[in-house]
């Protein structure tokens, strides 16, 4: 996924652009308030970590702009650490609020949950071809009309699965998407969370299988050999 940091101060970047792309994160920097919206709409970044104070243009009006015409979320940064600007930033569409001090290890996991909560507000998965509708705000998920009995570990596995049919996701992945609270778990519970939700879903569809493993690699949802 791609992060665009927009700061100001060099140092600060570095370390930033650093750090996210430790985690795996494509960065790209941007220290001018007027390049901003033109790198959101060039770049398409996953997330924008955007500076509050900046040269040329405020991070408020730039966040005013990036939620008006984008649902990419924005995550502010700055210094001014009253209530007012806080509350400011939020109503403005912002997804949280980082104030410097920071640890960059800290950014680095409000950009992991901040992703992962976009994900989960999502538009609803519907694909009539195939039977298989998400809502994520209802946390429902149907196939062939029926409504699947899924814990949220499930849900979220479904709904990460079904976000890019026909994409391999690796374990890693898998885990990254399914817990927000970064606990230390096995490849065996993934492959228990994939084997309960086959399991279900073949309940409603015994003669497809939606979930398929692709050894060495991860899993894929397989929407078209699932279609009856």
Same mark, same amino acid.
């Given at each position: 996924?791609?992060?665009?940091?927009?700061?100001?101060? +060099?140092?600060?970047?570095?370390? *930033?652009?650093?750090?996210?792309?430790?985690? /795996?994160?494509?960065?790209?920097?941007?220290? =001018?308030?007027?390049?901003?919206?033109? $790198?959101? #709409?060039?770049? #398409? +970044?996953?997330?924008? @970590? &955007? =500076? *509050?104070?900046?040269?040329?243009? =405020?991070?408020?009006?730039?966040?005013?702009?990036?939620? %008006?015409?984008?649902?990419? +979320?924005?995550?502010?940064?700055?210094?001014?650490?009253?209530?007012?600007?806080?509350?400011?930033?939020?109503?403005?569409?912002?997804?949280?609020?980082?104030?410097?001090?920071?640890?960059?290890?800290?950014?680095?996991?409000?950009?992991?949950?901040? *992703?992962?909560?976009?994900?989960?507000?999502?538009?609803?998965?519907? =694909?009539? $071809?195939?039977? *298989?509708?998400?809502? %994520?705000?209802?946390? #429902?998920?149907?196939?062939?009309?029926? &409504? @699947?009995?899924?814990? +949220?570990?499930?849900?979220?596995? @479904?709904?990460?699965? %079904?976000?890019?049919?026909?994409?391999?996701?690796?374990?890693?992945?898998?885990?990254?998407?399914?817990?927000?609270?970064?606990?230390?778990?096995?490849?065996?519970?993934?492959? /228990?969370?994939?084997?309960?939700?086959?399991?279900?879903? %073949?309940?409603?569809?015994?003669?497809?299988? &939606?979930?398929?493993?692709?050894?060495?690699?991860?899993?894929?949802?397989?929407?078209?050999?699932? $279609?009856?």
């Amino acid at each position: 996924m791609k992060v665009l940091v927009v700061e100001d101060e +060099p140092k600060l970047a570095q370390v *930033l652009q650093t750090y996210l792309e430790a985690a /795996s994160y494509e960065v790209r920097c941007v220290a =001018d308030g007027l390049l901003v919206m033109d $790198a959101v #709409q060039q770049w #398409q +970044p996953a997330l924008v @970590l &955007l =500076d *509050l104070m900046l040269p040329g243009r =405020d991070g408020l009006d730039i966040c005013r702009d990036i939620r %008006a015409q984008t649902r990419i +979320p924005v995550i502010m940064v700055t210094a001014r650490t009253e209530e007012i600007d806080r509350l400011l930033g939020l109503e403005l569409g912002a997804d949280d609020y980082i104030c410097k001090p920071y640890s960059p290890r800290e950014v680095v996991a409000r950009v992991r949950a901040v *992703l992962r909560r976009a994900e989960g507000r999502a538009d609803p998965v519907a =694909d009539p $071809a195939t039977g *298989l509708q998400i809502v %994520a705000d209802a946390w #429902q998920a149907r196939l062939d009309g029926v &409504l @699947l009995d899924l814990t +949220p570990v499930e849900f979220r596995l @479904l709904s990460l699965l %079904a976000s890019q049919p026909g994409r391999i996701f690796s374990r890693d992945q898998v885990l990254d998407g399914l817990y927000d609270d970064h606990r230390v778990v096995t490849d065996r519970t993934v492959d /228990s969370h994939i084997k309960n939700l086959r399991r279900k879903l %073949a309940a409603i569809r015994p003669e497809g299988e &939606l979930i398929r493993s692709v050894y060495g690699v991860g899993y894929r949802l397989d929407l078209d050999a699932a $279609a009856s």
